[in-house]
């Protein structure tokens, strides 16, 4: 192949890349949107006292330590607060649930435990416009020595010493599409407060990992096509099929030609093999008189009449075969290949 052949497929592989680029482009075209949010929570509580006379206030404050047998009730207050940069719609749900465990030795390995729903499932719409945030408020009142004493009766129902604890878990669930985002955003919240039961005193201690600043949701959507990448895409299609007409073409035609340079040696050797002589190489060192000609016709027309033998080589595999008649001082040489035929 000639380096203009080369260059045919170089410049058909180029647009066929280019093509696929601008296609790809063009009906894949995508925007970013970056939605921001803020989320706070946060949980209060008051612990309030049965009746005593060792402290004067009903009700002692949060992280305070708390003597055990003098709780009445803890009052929580549930706040839950999120803010958006775009109008939201949707909904969002949340309950309260209470989890008791009693454990013999091993906090983590629990014996028995029992669920309360304080509050269950409480849902809440979101279908008004330019609404930008989820606002809950909510109250839930723990009676402190009735979770004492449901541990208490199942440690004496089967004369256990257990420990126990009562795990106070706020869920807060969001199904959420924001204007001009197709694509729904689920999120959970958590928030857990953690009341030991088993102690002559205790303190609360609660988790909440919930307050994020500047945070973002980041959507990826499909928009409109590009018709101007189609059309350049288009348009590099079209010229990388020239190319590849132009390649296609050219072996065709080298196919056809190592095909008709085949047909022809064929056609020599057969007929004219007692006027042939097949050769390995061409050794005589002697500087002949070369005289090329156009065809065997003209090289049989040599020998008929000084009568030496036709020396034949085949230099090229399917390509390229040499003919040569030595006499005296001169050499007539005839060479048949396949790149005479191509145009």
Known sequence: MKFRDYIYIISMIFFVILAYLLFDRGFNVKTKIVVDYQKYSDVTYKVYLLDNTDFDSRYQKMNERYVSSLVDKINYDFMYNKIFSKDVSGYYSYEIVGVLH??????TEDVWTKEYKLIDNNTSVINQNNVRNIEI??????DYQKYRDDLDKFSKKYDLKLNGYLEINYLIKENLNFKGIDKIISDESIITSIIPLSYDTFKINIRNDNNTINNYYD?????NVNYLFLVLAAFSLSIAISFLALVI????IISNSKTKYVKELKK??????DKIVKIKGFYNKKKYNLIYVDSFWELLDVYNKIGNPISYREVKKDEEAIFLIVDDDNAWVYCLNNKKNVN
């Open 268 to 273: 020599i050797l057969s007929t004219y093999d």
């Open 137 to 142: 408020n909510d109250r839930v009142i723990i």
């Open 219 to 223: 959507f990826s959507t499909k928009g």
């Open 249 to 252: 073409r050219k072996m065709v």
């Open 102 to 107: 009693a454990y013999l030795d091993d906090i």
